[in-house]
C-alpha cells in the first residue's frame, strides 16, 4: 500500500515569518498539531503544538512577536507519495516520529500521514505497536 492511499492530504502550510500567535490559531481552527512551514514552494521545516510550548512559552518568549522559524523543526522527515507505507512506519520508529510529511514527484506537500493513518488503514496491529514502541522509547534530554 502507498501513502497516496493513506495520508491526509488537503495540507495548511505556514510561512516562517509568521507569529506563533498565528500559528497556533491556525492550529486551533484546523484542529491540528503540526504545520508544515515553507517558504513559497520550498519546505524549511515542521511547527509543532510541543515546539510552541517546548521551545516559546517555557522560554517567556512572546507569541505576538516570536516568529515561526525560530521554534520549528528544520530537519523534517518526508517520504515520497508513492512510497511504501512500511517504509513510514520504518522511519516513523528510526526517527520517533508520529508524523511524516508527505511530498510529490514535484517536491511540493500533497500530504501528512500519521501513524494513526498506518494504523487504521492497514491494519496491521502489530507493526503498529512496534512502531509506537519505538517512537515512546525516552530520549536524552538536551544539555
Same mark, same amino acid.
Given at each position: 500500500?502507498? @501513502?497516496?492511499?493513506?495520508?491526509?492530504?488537503?495540507?495548511?502550510?505556514?510561512?516562517?515569518?509568521? =507569529?506563533?500567535?498565528?500559528?497556533?490559531?491556525?492550529?486551533?481552527?484546523?484542529?491540528?498539531?503540526?504545520?508544515?512551514?515553507?517558504?513559497?514552494?520550498?519546505?524549511?521545516?515542521?511547527?509543532?503544538?510541543?515546539?510552541? =510550548?517546548?521551545?516559546?512559552?517555557?522560554?517567556?518568549?512572546?507569541? =505576538?512577536?516570536?516568529?515561526?522559524?525560530?521554534?520549528?523543526?528544520?530537519?523534517?522527515?518526508?517520504?515520497?507519495?508513492?512510497?511504501?507505507?512500511?517504509?513510514?512506519?520504518? @522511519?516513523?520508529?528510526?526517527?520517533?516520529?508520529?508524523?511524516? @510529511?508527505?511530498?510529490?514527484?514535484?517536491?511540493?506537500?500533497?500530504?501528512?500521514?500519521?501513524?494513526?493513518?498506518?494504523?487504521?488503514?492497514?491494519?496491521?496491529?502489530?507493526?503498529?505497536?512496534?512502531? @509506537?514502541?519505538?517512537?515512546?522509547?525516552?530520549?536524552?534530554?538536551?544539555?
Amino acid at each position: 500500500m502507498q @501513502l497516496k492511499d493513506v495520508m491526509t492530504r488537503d495540507v495548511e502550510v505556514i510561512h516562517p515569518d509568521a =507569529t506563533l500567535q498565528e500559528a497556533a490559531r491556525m492550529m486551533k481552527a484546523l484542529d491540528v498539531g503540526p504545520l508544515p512551514v515553507c517558504d513559497g514552494e520550498r519546505v524549511v521545516g515542521m511547527l509543532t503544538d510541543r515546539d510552541i =510550548t517546548v521551545r516559546a512559552t517555557a522560554e517567556g518568549r512572546d507569541p =505576538t512577536t516570536t516568529k515561526v522559524r525560530e521554534a520549528m523543526t528544520q530537519a523534517v522527515v518526508s517520504l515520497m507519495e508513492d512510497q511504501d507505507v512500511e517504509e513510514a512506519a520504518r @522511519l516513523m520508529q528510526e526517527h520517533q516520529l508520529r508524523r511524516l @510529511l508527505v511530498m510529490g514527484r514535484d517536491g511540493h506537500v500533497v500530504g501528512i500521514v500519521a501513524l494513526g493513518d498506518l494504523a487504521v488503514e492497514t491494519g496491521d496491529e502489530r507493526r503498529i505497536g512496534q512502531v @509506537l514502541e519505538g517512537i515512546s522509547e525516552p530520549s536524552e534530554p538536551e544539555r
